[in-house]
């Protein structure tokens, strides 16, 4: 009879034993706020399954995002707005097994979707505790406002926060589509604004999607203590951050003005995921003039 022994070497897919050694430190929170200090570029890649997940760490990825994306590039939905907690939760999981099983060094960030933060900041913190015990490091939640005094509330209990400014995909309907955000005085002026009290509640990461370069370049500036991790968001932000599929080429549409294709000349996931660390960290990703606004 075949053994079921998780010792025995299994044939789908190529992780290595759950005891590999780490061969680099695991990233943490001063690690994260030291870097942004040094002015070093921090590297972030969505992920939802333990293989992408330990190939992404393994290249080198400094932070992983299990973002609400999956909705779209797993689920098949038209938007995140139908991501549930329970399904991060799963996901969240699965990339945590995939990080511990290779190097175990990259930062996890749990998205907390949509529905998961909205009432009050005790559900909140029910949410983030979700993720949290599933292995993620820190949650990332969308807008500002009234947002802030969730963060703090999170931040003062000990989980680790990352804001999501600009085009924020749980509100798109109200957004009116996937549009850059910040383009007028009043707009630009609030997004500081927001960005501003996000870092003042705590929050160590701040994504900011889809906002001109011009602006992004001005709230990096402004925050000392908070890394802005841009996405169509010009290159001078303190890091950067694209969904898998996307820098992969795996979809069928035309990708969004942001997105650089690396597995184009890559050869491998792993080549491609390497060679965006390098990009990001050279600053040779993104251009303005070709990926921004
Ligand atoms: O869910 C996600 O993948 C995100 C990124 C687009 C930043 O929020």
New binding site residues.
């Given amino acids: 009879m075949t053994s079921t022994s998780p010792n025995n070497a299994s044939p789908y897919g190529t992780l290595p034993p759950a005891s590999s050694p780490a061969t680099r430190k695991p990233v943490s929170l001063p690690r994260l706020h030291e870097m942004h200090a040094r002015g070093e570029k921090i590297t972030?890649l969505?992920a939802y399954d333990a293989t992408f997940a330990a190939v992404a760490d393994a290249a080198g990825v400094e932070t992983i995002?299990v973002?609400?994306?999956?909705g779209m590039v797993c689920q098949g939905l038209s938007s995140?707005v139908g991501v549930t907690l329970e399904t991060m939760r799963y996901h969240v999981e699965s990339v945590k097994r995939g990080v511990l099983r290779v190097q175990g060094t990259a930062w996890i960030i749990g998205?907390l979707p949509y529905g998961s933060y909205h009432e009050s900041k005790e559900q909140a913190f029910r949410s983030a505790a979700v993720l949290m015990q599933a292995g993620a490091h820190m949650v990332?939640l969308?807008g500002g406002g009234w947002t802030t005094e969730t963060v703090r509330f999170l931040v003062e209990r000990g989980i680790p926060v990352c804001g999501?400014l600009g085009l924020t995909?749980q509100t798109v309907h109200a957004l009116g589509g996937y549009r850059v955000q910040g383009k007028t005085e009043a707009s630009a002026a609030q997004l500081m604004r927001d960005s501003l009290a996000l870092q003042d509640a705590g929050a160590t990461l701040l994504?900011l999607?889809m906002v001109p370069a011009a602006l992004s370049a001005e709230v990096t500036r402004a925050l000392p203590q908070c890394a802005t991790?841009g996405?169509g968001a010009g290159v001078d932000t303190a890091g950067q951050?694209l969904?898998l599929h996307d820098m992969l080429g795996v979809n069928l549409g035309k990708n969004a003005k942001f997105v650089r294709n690396f597995m184009a000349d890559a050869g491998s996931v792993r080549g491609a995921m390497e060679t965006y660390v390098r990009a990001v960290k050279d600053g040779s990703f993104p251009v303005n003039a070709e990926h921004a606004w």
């Fill in positions: 972030m969505t995002l973002g609400d994306s999956l995140t998205d990332k969308e999501h995909p994504v999607e991790i996405i951050v969904v």
